[in-house]
């Protein structure tokens, strides 16, 4: 049993001891919480520096197609103006969590970070998942539509069922990637996440118990 769980047990037994004792478990769920918001301003930067690192290891082939380079930009500005935004609030929370007295502000805060990351977490899913979908239809689009000139006026109806056969075939196998990938993405976030949000979660109802008296 760690010093706030021992702390919290003498609480909840000896009204002497809530006498003396409950600021300095307010402190210690202060303390913690501060350091869940740290952990996930610092996760998010490393993801950040991931993705950097990424397209400079493996940059984007270019293409002189005008459709190609509107795409690759909009996907940079998105792909990195909302990760930052993110970045910001939580390095912001984690400040106002760290410097604030008072518990109600703290639970304020806590709430905030707890919505923050639940809608980082969706917007990385969906994020993910988009560009996902848009890349496999380029590639499929790319690697069948050259089929749908000479060979099809040669071999008319026959050959355009093959074709049909073939992309519907590729389209099930990317559907499938695409699902296995999404479900990764959120085993991780589940584990690193959910991890610290549970643990948040946990100091926000204490501090709501111990501000109700119980």
């Excluded at 760290?98 to 109600?104: D, F, G, R």
Aim: contains cysteine.
């Amino acid at each position: 049993m760690n010093e706030l769980d021992l702390l919290k047990t003498h609480w909840q037994k000896d009204q002497d001891y809530i006498k003396f004792k409950k600021e300095d478990i307010l402190g210690m769920l202060h303390k913690s919480s501060s350091s869940i918001v740290k952990w996930i301003f610092i996760i998010c930067c490393l993801e950040l520096l991931l993705g950097i690192l990424l397209n400079v290891a493996f940059p984007t082939k270019h293409n002189p197609n005008i459709y190609f380079k509107i795409k690759q930009v909009l996907i940079d500005i998105i792909g990195y103006s909302i990760p930052i935004y993110f970045i910001y609030k939580f390095f912001t929370l984690f400040r106002k969590i760290k410097s604030i007295n008072n518990t109600k502000l703290l639970l304020e805060n806590i709430a905030a970070v707890r919505n923050n990351a639940e809608l980082y977490i969706s917007y990385n899913l969906l994020f993910y998942t988009f560009l996902m979908i848009i890349q496999s239809i380029e590639k499929l689009v790319g690697s069948n539509g050259k089929y749908f000139g000479d060979d099809f006026l040669t071999h008319g109806w026959t050959y355009l069922g093959i074709l049909i056969f073939g992309l519907l075939t590729a389209i099930i196998f990317t559907s499938l990637t695409i699902l296995l990938a999404r479900f990764i993405f959120k085993l991780y976030y589940k584990i690193i996440y959910g991890f610290l949000l549970k643990k948040l979660n946990k100091n926000y109802e204490e501090l709501v118990a111990i501000e109700a008296g119980e």
